[in-house]
């Protein structure tokens, strides 16, 4: 049992770290790549076509945070596998399985059968229970005002700390894959999110992840048929010449030490796993279909997508073991087996050039980028409707707001959020960023997954617990992420870290439940039994989605 039980940490750890993917390093610029920027025109003014078709059809607050519920299951598989398949993905772990074989391919294994059981378990309630935020969800049968902003504060830490992640994250590839200034490339992510979000909604931003989600796809599935035609698409003939040359030799395909610092990798496993669950632009794709079918289906379909993906990413990197690395045209100083130019992330890159020439590694390079303005795209409408739905619609106004007064908040509150990206991007251009990663990972799994899954699933829930939960999960995860080497050395320059650990979540974690288990039980108010009581009603909603709203168009 203890044994099983270790198995299944450790099997959690890994699923995190293949989330997070190897971080894209600080790059140098490159030479200016014109086939990447024609390629990430094109891109452009396709997305720009269709917020202009979203922007006729975003009239409502049902429209413009859930796209009327009118996107179907197959649609939204779409667009939540494009959440999970980022740049890191495609080229961190490219590069993974170029440098370290199987152990990539643990990564995705673990990866893939961690977060569908999460989504399975959280899908149909949240579709039933919820509307626009996840907020809807904890307040249902709880004080909307209390709740709800505690849901919200907690929801715009998320956004706003993973928002710098990715500006600063692009500014990097920019400077890597077209050669353009870091802060050109802020200034554009920035401002493309702000049109895409304001004026398309959630019709648009779920676009804009379709087609980034297809061209991901598509041009990784071509890249590894153009490669693997070179062994005659015989899986055995690649495996021996790659091992015959990799410095693993046969334990390439062998199993190596992923779990050097078990606790830390245990912690951000499981930081990445439940956060993932209570990423506020995560949980709006299940409202934006129409019932709970629909969002079982989302599941199925993105399964699909992502293990498709994984599959062709490993078999990338064992191509590019033979045709990049034995190449010395892909390495600095042309020494094979130095650095590879551009950095060691820049495997799936010089293999597209390789296979493809410029013109599809152009085409990858613009995809790479296209992942980051989808995701910023998706986090700027979550923050907005944290703003603008639940903070002054439901507690400033107090449900008075009309739907044209609330969608005009949400448009200033994209905006607001798409300058502070810019000008936190830029600020933060020089410093590491990995802990805003975990930070806002932390946050999500600490805050927002305890108080969502007991409000759907214990009866016991109070407010005072849910109030207590979600702080508490809050406040001790930032404390926690300040006082670790991340921040409390490397960026405040103190000796000696006050938390020997750099990810929070399995400390915060057991804070927020046992908060919100034991200020609930000990809560015998009147109002206390009122909403205990109330579960029954919302138990049969979470069923049956009777009453939930359906899709508007």
């Known amino acids: 049992m203890i044994a099983r039980t270790l198995s299944a940490f450790a099997f959690l750890g890994l699923a995190g770290l293949a989330h997070a993917g190897p971080a894209v390093e600080a790059a140098a610029k490159q030479a200016t790549n014109w086939h990447a920027i024609i390629m990430f025109l094109i891109f452009v003014s396709l997305t720009l076509f269709i917020t202009k078709w979203a922007a006729s059809r975003t009239k409502t607050t049902a429209d413009f945070y859930t796209a009327g519920g009118g996107i179907t299951g197959f649609q939204n598989g779409l667009a939540i596998a494009g959440d999970y398949m980022s740049a890191a993905t495609l080229l961190g772990l490219t590069a993974m399985a170029y440098s370290q074989g199987y152990d990539a391919y643990i990564y995705m294994l673990a990866f893939f059968a961690g977060w569908p059981i999460i989504l399975f378990l959280m899908a149909e309630r949240l579709r039933n229970l919820g509307r626009f935020t996840f907020a809807d969800i904890t307040s249902y049968r709880l004080d909307q005002g209390t709740v709800r902003t505690m849901a919200a504060i907690s929801s715009l830490v998320v956004v706003v700390f993973y928002l710098i992640a990715q500006m600063?994250?692009?500014?990097?590839?920019?400077?890597?894959?077209?050669?353009?200034?870091?802060?050109?490339?802020?200034?554009?992510?920035?401002?493309?999110?702000?049109?895409?979000?304001?004026?398309?909604?959630?019709?648009?931003?779920?676009?804009?992840?379709?087609?980034?989600?297809?061209?991901?796809?598509?041009?990784?599935?071509?890249?590894?048929?153009?490669?693997?035609t070179q062994f005659g698409f015989s899986f055995t003939e690649l495996l021996t010449k790659a091992e015959a040359v990799h410095k693993l030799g046969a334990r390439l395909m062998a199993p190596g030490s992923l779990l050097a610092d078990p606790i830390t990798a245990i912690s951000l496993g499981l930081g990445l796993m439940f956060g993932t669950a209570g990423l506020p632009h995560i949980l709006m794709r299940f409202f934006t279909v129409g019932n709970a079918k629909e969002a079982r289906k989302s599941v199925v379909y993105a399964s699909g997508f992502v293990g498709f993906f994984f599959n062709v990413i490993f078999l990338m990197g064992l191509c590019a073991v033979l045709i990049v690395g034995q190449n010395p045209e892909f390495f600095e100083g042309g020494v094979v087996g130095g650095k590879l130019i551009g950095g060691g992330n820049m495997v799936a890159m010089h293999l597209a050039r390789a296979v493809g020439g410029n013109m599809l590694l152009g085409f990858l390079a613009a995809v790479a980028f296209a992942?980051?303005?989808?995701?910023?795209?998706?986090?700027?409408?979550?923050?907005?409707?944290?703003?603008?739905?639940?903070?002054?619609?439901?507690?400033?106004?107090?449900?008075?707001?009309?739907?044209?007064?609330?969608?005009?908040?949400?448009?200033?509150?994209?905006?607001?959020?798409?300058?502070?990206?810019?000008?936190?991007?830029?600020?933060?251009?020089?410093?590491?960023?990995?802990?805003?990663?975990?930070?806002?990972?932390?946050?999500?799994?600490?805050?927002?997954?305890?108080?969502?899954?007991?409000?759907?699933?214990?009866?016991?829930?109070?407010?005072?617990?849910?109030?207590?939960?979600?702080?508490?999960?809050?406040?001790?995860?930032?404390?926690?992420?300040?006082?670790?080497?991340?921040?409390?050395?490397?960026?405040?320059?103190?000796?000696?870290?006050?938390?020997?650990?750099?990810?929070?979540?399995?400390?915060?974690?057991?804070?927020?439940?046992?908060?919100?288990?034991?200020?609930?039980?000990?809560?015998?108010?009147?109002?206390?039994?009122?909403?205990?009581?109330?579960?029954?009603?919302?138990?049969?909603?979470?069923?049956?989605?009777?009453?939930?709203?359906?899709?508007?168009?």
């Open 168 to 228: 600063v994250g692009a500014g990097q590839l920019i400077k890597l894959l077209f050669g353009l200034d870091y802060n050109i490339a802020i200034f554009i992510v920035g401002i493309l999110m702000m049109v895409y979000v304001a004026f398309g909604g959630m019709v648009a931003t779920t676009w804009v992840q379709i087609i980034k989600a297809c061209l991901l796809l598509c041009g990784g599935t071509l890249t590894l048929i153009l490669a693997y």
């Open 371 to 553: 992942t980051i303005l989808a995701v910023v795209a998706g986090l700027a409408l979550a923050g907005a409707a944290a703003i603008s739905h639940d903070i002054y619609a439901r507690v400033i106004r107090k449900g008075q707001a009309t739907e044209k007064e609330e969608v005009r908040v949400s448009r200033y509150a994209v905006i607001g959020l798409g300058l502070l990206a810019i000008v936190l991007g830029i600020a933060f251009e020089k410093m590491n960023i990995a802990f805003m990663v975990g930070l806002a990972f932390g946050v999500a799994a600490a805050a927002n997954f305890p108080v969502l899954i007991l409000s759907m699933y214990w009866k016991g829930l109070t407010t005072r617990g849910a109030i207590w939960g979600g702080y508490g999960g809050v406040i001790s995860a930032v404390l926690f992420v300040l006082f670790s080497k991340s921040v409390w050395v490397d960026v405040l320059g103190n000796k000696a870290a006050l938390f020997p650990y750099t990810q929070p979540a399995l400390f915060a974690m057991p804070i927020a439940f046992l908060l919100a288990y034991i200020m609930s039980k000990s809560d015998t108010s009147p109002r206390a039994k009122a909403e205990i009581d109330a579960f029954e009603d919302q138990y049969v909603r979470a069923q049956t989605g009777f009453g939930a709203s359906g899709a508007s168009h």
